[in-house]
């Protein structure tokens, strides 16, 4: 290239400070960019500039590839113990990175005690309490068993769970079902309706929605996903649409089962009557096509971000199975009357799988019936998901935002990205009460805590930093250099 | 009254901190508006502003700061409500356009993926981080902002070079590419002469003074003050002189720049002289008029258009034409009022280089000129905000614009001090420099259309006559438009002369005329 080849150009403009000058130049009819610049983030210096041994875009590129061209299906329905590998009758899986009973919060301890009284591992609260804390029931991420559960997300032995299949990779991921809104165990509620209706869905929910799945046959949840974002869902805080189309999947052939009517209309009326429904569906969808990418060799790509209440936790493709944990964030958003913010337990649940993969709030722009939990009007839904293509490394080619011109959502968020840009993932979420089994008492807005990603990208530094050949010293070549 | 209101994590860029600064002191009626990032050169200002040292605790650089006086409550209340509406308009969306406003460099790219030019103002310790990452992606550069390092702006530029483009500045204020004004630049019509600048008005003059003669400018390439230097050693200057010799609408290259190193000068004009087209070069201060082979060298900004224009035209540059008559008319007119003490000069510029050359211009023929901004130090003023004797000011020196914006955006304090100037009863002429186009105040004559008045009233009183002297840094095509301009000026009472050179020229006869008399 050569200065005197711009002379022929027509000029195109990207300006970086004062806006003034942009508008100038749009006078002149000269096309702008402005930026919307911002000092470097705290403690984001020198990222980047450490050489490293691998191809880190390549890596990042194979990461995302793997990610994007994840085909989730939803192939049945089971149980935990039957289907989750490595479930035992004294496992319980939760959300988030691993906690011990000792540091869990209000609505997770709560719905500890509700799974054991409904497994009947103990009769009373208090036995129950007892029981968690002795030690015999072991507690592990839902995470590090191919399963993910939205809030506290426990899940028992004789759970019912949704098995998705990734077709592409053939790997599976696995969710409990939806127990409806209001006293609910995943916000902590252990009272008997709460247990009487768990045993309702391991009886007859789960057996009945089995059954339908045999004969309807495996379904494609990457495709519904696709409609339910042009129907106004973002895959995370609005799952209308997607149950909608659920139901009218399986209507057709649920009503065809030898099951009485009555029970058959039971369990139409409860899908229908729980929006919700298809939370638990879109989130092992993002589970099995992350889990594809995990292990790709130098990538930066996030495969993980969960909570459990107390900490906030994120895992990268290239440093496979290592949680990168920092204190959980007060989510900011709108809370139903009588509630607010001294109220709300702290961040919780693995549904911000649905951001790591692409959707919820990165998917906000698709969503405008919810915009009032981001900030009140379509242009700020538009805002926040434009801002999440800064991070990200790709488009989705199956999942479009009408109001972006079709645009693919935003997805496989560059841990390097989020440093040097300063932009931390926006995660649409619910809030639970802290106290346990009171339920959720509102909805917004959260970021995972800076914390996780400088402790990340010092960890992949170590990991990935060029070494001088031969004497195995870890000592950088830059420092070499100077 | 005072008030000052801390904002946490607010972030937003200093330059348009400074509008909102002036817009809110002028619409909201206060004696002082501060709007400022908390950065400790900002605290200092405020506390000369009689913000207590208690009232920042725990204030950081990423917060925003409020600071207000005025005469009553009221007036601050009024100006508080006006600051949301303000701010919002420093983000103003472009009709029909693409509402986001990208964070990184990356987006922005995806977003304009033609983007040829980066233009960069951001706070300097930032500036660089910026350019070089546009710079790595194929992109010219234009960098505004000031207070970049040395050693960044050396090693920027040699990576431009290896790449094979343009980084204009640091601290570039005007730059013509394609026909299209950039930062602080005027509305030329295209054409033959391709313009290589150091000094950001010095090209604004030249490329004004090659329309007002009939001709177009091809492109103005800015390279920042510092390029010249023995460090820098001219490495855009050596790159736009390239550029614009293998440019096919070039015919004619001018270079513009207070007087470099030797060394580097002797580079530049050897390369100039053998880039195979005509051209001249005008170091702001050697006055010599001479040339050799194809390269001549002017002595004035003024000379350096006219000399371009007639080598355009084939014609060999002959000095600068005056009407002797017209000025003595002038001359004439304006002393024939004056009082027997009334024999000195204050000159207040907006433009560096212009009160730079109106120095050099008028102290061989008038005897010393004080200034904020002369070389020696003999005549170097102590206190910048008190004249003495024949003196010239740049109000745009970093001495007057710490925490507060240029005077080319903010021509109050020119105003201001023309009021104090017309005090002193020695003083015969105000020498004024207004220059226009895109980044300058909506209207520069307007706003000092009272202080001209007043000025020349303030004179009378004493029995006296006050001659203002003007020259406009403009064109037709300017937003301010030059005729609207130069009337308002006119019906102040100014005199308005064509170039910096003209309006030099004219003072030097009322002031040989003062000397005589007195």
Redesign the interface.
């Known amino acids: 290239?050569?200065?005197?080849?711009?002379?022929g150009?027509?000029?195109?403009?990207?300006?970086?400070?004062?806006?003034?000058?942009?508008?100038?130049?749009?006078?002149?009819r000269?096309?702008?960019?402005?930026?919307?610049?911002?000092?470097?983030a705290a403690g984001a210096e020198g990222v980047g500039e450490t050489p490293l041994r691998i191809d880190r875009k390549q890596a990042n590129r194979e990461a995302v590839d793997r990610l994007l061209r994840g085909l989730p299906v939803l192939t049945g329905v089971s149980t935990a113990g039957a289907v989750i590998p490595g479930m035992r009758k004294d496992l319980f899986l939760h959300a988030g990175p691993p906690i011990s009973w000792e540091r869990m919060c209000g609505p997770m301890r709560g719905a500890v005690i509700g799974g054991i009284l409904f497994e009947g591992l103990a009769a009373s609260e208090e036995d129950a309490e007892q029981l968690a804390a002795s030690g015999a029931i072991a507690f592990e991420p839902c995470h590090e068993h191919d399963a993910v559960g939205p809030m506290a997300g426990v899940t028992t032995w004789s759970m019912p769970v949704w098995v998705v299949e990734n077709r592409t990779f053939g790997n599976r991921a696995y969710c409990t079902l939806n127990e409806g809104l209001g006293k609910v165990l995943r916000y902590g509620a252990y009272a008997p309706p709460v247990i009487e209706h768990l045993r309702w869905m391991a009886e007859e929910l789960g057996p009945v929605l089995a059954l339908t799945m045999e004969r309807h046959g495996p379904l494609d949840l990457r495709a519904l996903i696709a409609q339910a974002l042009q129907m106004g869902d973002e895959g995370h805080n609005r799952s209308r649409a997607g149950t909608s189309l659920l139901i009218r999947e399986l209507a057709p052939e649920l009503v065809r089962l030898k099951v009485k009517r009555k029970k058959l209309s039971e369990v139409l009326r409860f899908l229908h009557s729980n929006d919700h429904t298809f939370l638990n569906l879109s989130m092992p969808s993002a589970k099995c096509m992350l889990d594809a990418a995990n292990g790709v060799e130098g990538s930066s790509m996030l495969v993980t971000m969960t909570r459990n209440g107390t900490d906030f936790g994120i895992r990268l493709a290239g440093l496979p199975e290592r949680w990168f944990t920092a204190p959980a964030n007060l989510v900011r958003g709108l809370y139903f009357p009588g509630y607010s913010e001294s109220d709300a337990a702290l961040d919780i649940g693995d549904s911000a799988i649905t951001e790591t993969a692409g959707l919820g709030g990165f998917a906000m722009a698709a969503a405008p019936a919810i915009v009032q939990f981001v900030g009140g009007t379509p242009?700020d839904a538009?805002?926040l998901t434009?801002?999440m293509?800064?991070i990200t490394l790709a488009e989705s080619q199956s999942w479009q935002i009408p109001n972006l011109g079709f645009r693919g959502t935003p997805s496989g968020i560059d841990l390097f990205?989020v440093l040097?840009?300063?932009?931390l993932p926006s995660i649409n979420t619910g809030i639970a009460h802290k106290d346990p089994g009171v339920g959720m008492i509102g909805a917004g807005l959260v970021q995972p805590p800076w914390n996780c990603f400088q402790s990340a990208y010092q960890a992949y530094v170590q990991q990935y930093a060029a070494t001088l050949s031969g004497n195995g010293d870890n000592q950088r070549i830059k420092e070499e250099k100077q | 009254m005072q008030r000052l209101v801390v904002k946490k994590d607010q972030?937003r860029?200093s330059?348009?901190l400074m509008?909102l600064s002036l817009e809110l002191k002028e619409g909201a009626g206060l004696e002082e508006a501060f709007v400022a990032m908390g950065v400790p050169a900002n605290r200092e200002i405020l506390a000369k502003m009689g913000i207590s040292k208690d009232q920042l605790d725990g204030v950081g650089p990423?917060d925003l700061l409020i600071a207000l006086l005025a005469e009553d409550d009221a007036s601050i209340e009024k100006a508080l409500l006006a600051i949301p509406a303000l701010m919002e308009g420093?983000?103003?969306q472009?009709e029909g356009?693409?509402?986001?406003?990208?964070?990184?460099?990356?987006?922005?790219?995806?977003?304009?993926p033609?983007?040829?030019?980066?233009?960069?103002?951001?706070?300097g310790p930032?500036a660089s981080?910026?350019a070089r990452r546009?710079l790595e992606k194929?992109?010219?550069v234009m960098i505004?902002?000031d207070n970049v390092p040395l050693e960044e702006e050396i090693a920027l530029k040699k990576l431009a070079q290896q790449?094979?483009?343009?980084l204009m500045g640091p601290d570039c204020g005007t730059a013509l590419?394609?026909g299209?004004?950039?930062?602080f630049a005027n509305?030329v019509p295209s054409g033959a002469i391709g313009i290589v600048g150091a000094s950001g008005t010095g090209i604004q003059e030249v490329s004004c003074a090659i329309a007002r003669l009939g001709e177009g400018v091809?492109?103005a390439i800015g390279t920042g003050g510092r390029d010249l230097s023995r460090e820098v050693g001219g490495l855009m200057v050596a790159?736009?002189i390239?550029?614009l010799a293998?440019?096919s609408?070039t015919q004619v290259i001018v270079v513009i720049s207070k007087p470099p190193a030797p060394e580097v000068a002797k580079r530049v004009t050897d390369q100039l002289v053998s880039c195979g087209k005509p051209s001249v070069v005008c170091f702001i201060g050697e006055k010599q008029q001479s040339n050799e082979g194809t390269l001549w060298f002017a002595g004035s900004l003024a000379m350096a258009a006219s000399s371009a224009v007639a080598l355009r035209r084939g014609e060999t540059p002959g000095p600068l034409i005056q009407d002797d008559n017209l000025l003595e008319r002038i001359a004439t007119e304006e002393t024939s009022g004056m009082s027997e003490k009334q024999r000195f000069l204050r000159g207040l510029y907006t433009g560096g280089t212009l009160a730079d050359e109106a120095i050099c211009l008028l102290e061989q023929e008038v005897g010393p000129i004080y200034s904020n901004i002369h070389k020696e130090k003999e005549f170097q003023l102590t206190d910048p905000t008190r004249s003495r004797e024949n003196t010239i000011i740049d109000l745009g020196d970093d001495y007057f614009t710490r925490g507060k914006p240029h005077p080319m955006i903010d021509p109050s304090g020119r105003a201001t001090r023309m009021i104090e100037e017309a005090e002193d009863p020695e003083v015969a002429v105000l020498l004024l420099d207004l220059v226009l186009g895109?980044?300058s105040h909506p209207d520069p004559a307007g706003a000092i259309y009272s202080a001209v008045t007043g000025a020349k009233e303030a004179a009378r009183a004493r029995g006296g006559h006050l001659a203002v002297i003007a020259s406009i840094t403009g064109t037709a095509g300017d937003?301010q438009g030059l005729q609207r301009q130069r009337e308002t000026l006119e019906r102040a009472g100014c005199r308005v002369m064509a170039s910096n050179w003209e309006a030099a020229t004219l003072v030097e006869r009322i002031l040989q005329d003062r000397a005589v008399r007195s």
């Open positions: 290239m050569s200065v005197v080849d711009l002379f150009q027509s000029l195109q403009v990207i300006n970086i400070g004062l806006e003034s000058f942009a508008q100038n130049l749009r006078q002149e000269v096309p702008v960019v402005q930026m919307d610049w911002r000092p470097p242009q538009l805002r434009q801002e293509y800064e990205r040097t840009s300063g932009i | 972030y860029d330059v348009s509008q990423n420093t983000c103003a472009p356009g693409e509402a986001y406003q990208p964070r990184t460099l990356e987006q922005a790219l995806r977003q304009l033609q983007a040829n030019l980066v233009l960069i103002s951001n706070p930032y981080g910026e546009a194929g992109l010219h505004f902002s790449r094979g483009l343009l590419l394609n299209k004004p950039l930062c509305v091809s492109q790159e736009g390239k550029a293998q440019d609408q895109y980044g937003p």
